[in-house]
């Protein structure tokens, strides 16, 4: 028999503000690539390692006051543990890694949104991913207000969800801008559309990617 050959590994993340429907869309690329036969991993940020639970419990807890430069650190912290011990082995394997957030939620949420110099953010980020850029960036997109309504209707919100309506515009903004910096790499979509459309985009893009 001819061993099957798989395409080159490719790094594909989720991103997009509260209430965006990220978790939705990722459960159902899982089972597409399982179907086309494609080694993939499933990961998230921040967490995907036992020290990176850790962290994000902490950064998730609504009990907690953390400063802004100092969430910014526990999520570098988090990523370096998660790109070392999981992320680079994945990929030196050949498989397909898909992330629930990476670096540029740090960018839209601890720069746009906090404040914080992007510069800065940038400088420390690469350090802690050694360089390792998303292959495509799914971004999925909604206004904040009916982002939190969605978020509302799960029950009790985390610390970041429970951060002013402004603060989630700023993140938004940021996403975009950063979307419009890189079109090659990201797919910006409508998050208000039927699941079922957003789910044949992502996997029409996906699987272009792949034929490669």
């Known amino acids: ?12 993340t989720f991103e997009g503000g509260e209430g965006a429907g990220k978790s939705t869309q990722l459960s159902r690329l899982q089972p597409r690539l399982a179907a086309a036969g494609v080694p993939a991993l ?25 400063d802004p430069l100092a969430e910014f650190l526990l999520y570098s912290a988090s990523r370096a543990q998660l790109v070392r011990t999981v992320l680079q082995p994945a990929l030196a394997r050949g498989e397909v890694v898909v992330c629930d957030r990476y670096a540029d939620s740090t960018l839209a949420y ?9 510069p800065f953010l940038r400088s420390v980020t690469a350090e802690a ?14 206004d904040p207000a009916a982002g939190l309504g969605r978020v509302a209707q799960r029950g009790q ?31 910006v979509l409508d998050a208000t559309r039927p699941a079922d459309e957003l789910e044949a985009d992502i996997w029409a893009r996906v699987s272009a990617l792949l034929a490669q």
């Open 1 to 12: 028999m001819t061993a099957r050959t798989f395409p080159p590994p490719a790094f594909i």
């Open 42 to 66: 499933f990961t998230k940020e921040p967490g995907g390692t036992p020290a990176g639970e850790q962290i994000r419990a902490a950064l998730l807890d609504p009990a907690l006051e953390i």
């Open 110 to 118: 601890q720069g746009y949104g906090r404040g914080l110099p992007l």
């Open 157 to 187: 919100k985390d610390r970041l969800e429970r951060a002013d309506l402004a603060f989630h515009r700023r993140l938004r903004a940021g996403f975009l801008e950063l979307a419009a910096a890189d079109p090659e790499r990201w797919l």
């Open 129 to 142: 991913t050694g360089g390792l850029t998303p292959t495509l960036s799914v971004l999925l997109d909604i």
